[in-house]
């Protein structure tokens, strides 16, 4: 590794010119998601009530038999630990260059890209790797515990909401998130709230409304093939395959907090592409006498203040846009109910676009923490010497690969999304008729979402538009 290398962690290095311009590409991507619609309405919008959002799924017995083992959660579990105390000690007592630093890799790459990622694909993850979860039964098996208090229902998702903003302000805003020292010491506090959260409030009840990445999780695994069935003891009952996406058709319950998590999930992942787009360096150099005299806390408050910005700006025109889907589809039904269930239907657009946007880091940066097993806390160490001499391919880096990759996830999920969005409105406005009229407005809203994001994900990497 040479000293001048760097963990990329926002943006995608040197730009290039598209192969034919940005324009067309986006216009395609919009046509293709416009199709999309009109397949949709052809061999689906005869689906209505109860029959829209139903799905196949098929029993897996092996799945079932591996899940009711203890080692799942045992291996997970003590992989989810390690990578926790990677974090801490890599924090504290590593190298402070990200590049140097395997904390780094293990948060913003193998856990908030990869591990997101494949829970999309796989199923939830998190289930397996959480490692306060592992914590608090080890402790558990010892210890008598007893929850003293209980959490007001009045809560909801909303600690969640917050813990989920603060760890996007880490990353976003702060201007520390390549501080391994910062990380770690982040690491720490939330590791010693949620402990105590769900030693003073519950286990379950701690995790299923105050900790954002196993709701956070739950909601991305949903997208995935194999759900799960348990009994009111938790073991479970029942493994299914079934097709991908259709599980974000359950519902989640009513709520604004589960509609903002949604949004904000859509959001942060927005702000981290716009921030690395000439048009928001020249907004910060226009500001910068503004912010510039206040320092580090004026830097983290205009970029907090964009990000809250976005966010609130995301909410209400998805809220706009559904206030029009209800008035097409002439239903009197419950609106924060409707907007709720929705708001799942956006998911599939988050899920890719994190994989678009951190394509690059996956197949190029990931691979950088093989030297560093090596000498993990540039000690001069020489545990692997394999890996030594180690070089990382840059096969499915190319600029033009990782373009066309991009629009390929982009429109795919997209087009998800669509499929999602026309089989709920199947459900909630009951005729077909109804349906494809609700659709309308968030047929607009998805091509919108698909031009826009393309043309977020091209600014690093284009010289002109």
């Given at each position: ?222 997208f995935g093939p194999l759900e799960a069935e348990r009994d009111e003891h938790g073991e479970f009952r029942a493994v299914y395959a079934r097709p991908w996406g259709v599980g974000l058709l359950n519902p989640i319950g009513s709520g604004w907090d589960r509609v903002l998590f949604v949004i904000l999930m859509l959001s942060s992942l927005a702000f981290d592409g716009i921030s690395a787009t000439p048009t928001w360096q020249d907004f910060m150099a226009a500001l910068a006498p503004i912010w510039a005299p206040l320092g580090p806390f004026g830097f983290f408050f205009i970029r907090t203040l964009g990000l809250v910005l976005l966010t609130t700006t995301f909410l209400l025109v998805f809220i706009a846009f559904m206030e029009a889907v209800i008035y097409f589809g002439r239903r009197s ?133």
């Amino acid at each position: 590794m040479t000293a001048g290398a760097h963990i990329l962690l926002h943006g995608f290095g040197q730009r290039f010119d598209l192969p034919i311009s940005l324009s067309l590409y986006l216009y395609a991507a919009g046509g293709v998601v416009f199709l999309s619609f009109v397949l949709v309405v052809l061999f689906a919008g005869d689906r209505v009530g109860e029959q829209a959002t139903a799905y196949p799924r098929r029993a897996v017995p092996w799945l079932l038999r591996v899940a009711r083992t203890p080692w799942p959660r045992r291996i997970g579990g003590w992989i989810g630990i390690l990578g926790l105390s990677i974090v801490v000690v890599g924090g504290f007592f590593g190298s402070s260059t990200a590049f140097y630093n395997p904390a780094e890799y293990v948060v913003w790459i193998y856990f908030w890209a990869v591990t997101v990622i494949l829970s999309g694909l796989v199923g939830n993850l998190w289930y397996l790797l959480n490692p306060w979860t592992a914590m608090y039964d080890a402790i558990a098996r010892f210890v008598p515990v007893k929850p003293r208090w209980t959490l007001p229902d009045v809560f909801g998702w909303w600690p969640a909401v917050g813990a989920y903003f603060l760890f996007a302000c880490l990353e976003l805003t702060s201007g520390m998130a390549s501080r391994p020292a910062i990380v770690a010491v982040a690491a720490v506090i939330y590791t010693a709230v949620t402990l105590a959260g769900m030693f003073l409030f519950g286990r379950d009840q701690w995790l299923e409304h105050c900790e954002a990445f196993t709701i956070l999780f739950s909601i991305v695994g949903r997208f995935g093939p194999l759900e799960a069935e348990r009994d009111e003891h938790g073991e479970f009952r029942a493994v299914y395959a079934r097709p991908w996406g259709v599980g974000l058709l359950n519902p989640i319950g009513s709520g604004w907090d589960r509609v903002l998590f949604v949004i904000l999930m859509l959001s942060s992942l927005a702000f981290d592409g716009i921030s690395a787009t000439p048009t928001w360096q020249d907004f910060m150099a226009a500001l910068a006498p503004i912010w510039a005299p206040l320092g580090p806390f004026g830097f983290f408050f205009i970029r907090t203040l964009g990000l809250v910005l976005l966010t609130t700006t995301f909410l209400l025109v998805f809220i706009a846009f559904m206030e029009a889907v209800i008035y097409f589809g002439r239903r009197s039904i419950d609106t924060k109910a409707t907007i709720s269930m929705f708001a799942l239907t956006l998911v599939p657009i988050a899920l890719v676009y994190n994989a678009a946007h951190n394509y690059s880091y996956m197949v190029v940066q990931a691979q950088y923490i093989v030297p560093l097993l090596n000498d993990p806390l540039q000690k001069g160490w020489h545990l692997w010497s394999a890996a030594a001499g180690f070089k990382p391919s840059f096969a499915l880096a190319q600029a033009a690969t990782v373009w066309y990759a991009q629009i390929v996830l982009i429109v795919l999920g997209h087009i998800v999304a669509v499929f999602l969005s026309h089989l709920r409105a199947g459900e909630r406005f009951r005729t077909a008729q109804r349906a494809l009229l609700s659709q309308y407005p968030m047929l607009l809203l998805m091509v919108m979402y698909t031009m826009t994001s393309l043309w977020i994900l091209a600014q690093p990497i284009t010289k002109g538009g």
